[in-house]
Every structure is written in C-alpha cells, then in structure tokens.
C-alpha cells in the first residue's frame, strides 16, 4: 500500500526512510506515538492527540523538534499527499543519539466492514499482564510488545481482541483498545488505575455518555463483572466505538440489549460526519 512518509525534515520515499541502528529508540523503544484518523480531509480530535503527544513526550525525556503549529502543518501536508480523504495518520517521535527522529506516515484508511460493527468482536481474556502502577501504563509508548504479544495469541485463537489483566486482576484495557460495559442502563470503565490507556476516544465516550445523562462509572473491575454485564463496547481512534459481542465464548447480552452502544456508535459517526 502507497504511504507517504515524512521523516526528520523531509518528505522521502519509503524504502529510503533510515535513522541510525545505534539510536536509543530503536534499540530500546524510547519512543512514543499517535495514532489519527483523518476524515475528509480533518484529522480527528486532532487538539487532543497533540496535546497528549507533548505532554507524553515530556515525561519521557523527549522533545518534539516542531512546535504545534508547525507539526499540524506537516501532518495535514502528509495527509494530502496521500490522496485519500479518508486516511490514518501516524506521528513517532523516538529518542536519537542527539536530540529527536520524528516519523510522520499518511496511508490509506482501511475501514472494518459495517457487518463486522453489527456483530461486534469477539474477545478473550489475555495472558499477558499490565503492569498498572508504572508510567509506561498510561503512555502510548513504542516499547509495544505487550500489546502486540496480546492481540497475536487472540488472533492466533481466532479471537478479534485480547482483554489485558493487571496484576491485580482488574480488567485494565484491550490489546489495541479501551474497554466499556454497560449495566441497568449504566456505563462502567476501567479507571486509569488500572493501567489502561488514556485514550482519544475513550475520552469521547465518557464525555458523550455524561452529555446525554448516562452515568459513568471508573474504578476496578473483573471479568465476571464483564460475563454478567448486559453489552459491551471497545474504542480506539481508528475503529472509533466498537460492539463486543463475546468473551471467551460467552455471549455478552444479546442483540436487544446493545441501546447505549449504539447510542453511542450513532453519536461518534455523526461527529465524525
């Protein structure tokens, strides 16, 4: 797939995209990102991916070589070279030998299919553990593997999504998103805490639930709590609110029971329209 590729000043095709084998991010992924969709030409929720891009970046020792303004710039210049109005967009900043690598990429926005939103994935509970009380919990960092461990044993299983415990055995996140369930027309989350991502869209689904009346709850919670609950939902930037059907073989609700999902799915699309 044809991806245009900024990297450290300059816009380069992508098979001569190179930083150095000696740089600490690449060695031990000192590095973090942000993932974006980009809708008709607008990148989504934009401020807020930004503002988490600098505020993660300072905590882990690395400046971003551009202010706002100017990497908005660079991003939207990435976004419209790809040629698609629908695309994905993704910022890397990682820690060089001196000073910062920043990677922007733009490539097509390859959508799951409308049928794949009515029936939602199917989870399982993963065995990998979230280490909650460390910073890297909350960050998006590039030191990865947990999560990309976690989502290769549920695909390896046949499964859609892998949900990550923390070492309490709270539920703490999916292997690539935020996690939702809903009780007696209740809204119930992991809370930061537990060593979830602070997530775009996560945010999003909060804020809308409040807006419309619905409680939200954060604290602890355990997987019985998400085999009794009557829907469930996961989130990220680029699949935006999706159903969970199952876990673990074990049907959640049933297909009457998904009102504030779809609420919720109903009011993400129309933002994002």
């Known amino acids: 797939m044809r991806q245009i590729v900024f990297l450290n000043g300059k816009f380069v095709p992508q098979e001569k995209a190179k930083v150095s084998v000696s740089t600490p991010g690449f060695l031990y992924g000192w590095g973090l990102f942000e993932t974006m969709r980009c809708r008709n030409k607008k990148i989504v929720y934009f401020r807020e991916h930004l503002k988490r891009l600098y505020h993660c970046a300072g905590l882990l020792g690395i400046k971003c070589p551009y202010p ?4 908005k710039e660079i991003v939207y210049r990435a976004a419209g070279k790809s040629g698609f109005r629908d695309s994905q967009v993704r910022i890397t900043l990682s820690k060089a030998e001196s000073g910062t690598d920043i ?5 097509k926005y390859l959508q799951f299919p409308p049928l794949k939103y009515r029936k939602g994935f199917r989870g399982c509970v993963s065995s990998f553990i979230q280490d909650a009380p460390s910073l890297l919990a909350n960050l998006k960092t590039t030191n990865y593997l947990l999560y990309r461990l976690a989502l290769k044993e549920a ?6 999504e892998g949900i990550i415990l923390n070492h309490k055995g ?9 996690l939702f369930f809903v009780n007696e027309g209740r809204l119930f989350t992991p809370s930061l805490e537990c060593g979830c991502l602070d997530g775009i869209t996560r945010r999003a689904a909060i804020d809308f639930a409040k807006k419309y009346g619905i409680k939200v709850y954060e604290g602890n919670f355990t997987i019985p709590d998400l085999y009794s609950c009557q829907e469930a939902f996961l989130t990220n930037s680029l699949m935006g609110i999706m159903p969970l059907s199952s876990l673990d073989e074990k ?3 049933n297909d009457k029971c998904k009102k504030i999902t779809r609420f919720l799915i109903k009011r993400y699309n129309y933002l994002l329209r």
């Open 155 to 160: 695909q390896n299983k046949g499964f859609d």
């Open 68 to 71: 706002s303004d100017r990497l």
């Open 103 to 107: 990677l922007i990429t733009a490539k």
């Open 251 to 253: 049907t959640i609700g």
């Open 170 to 178: 709270h539920i703490a996140e999916g292997s690539r998103s935020n």
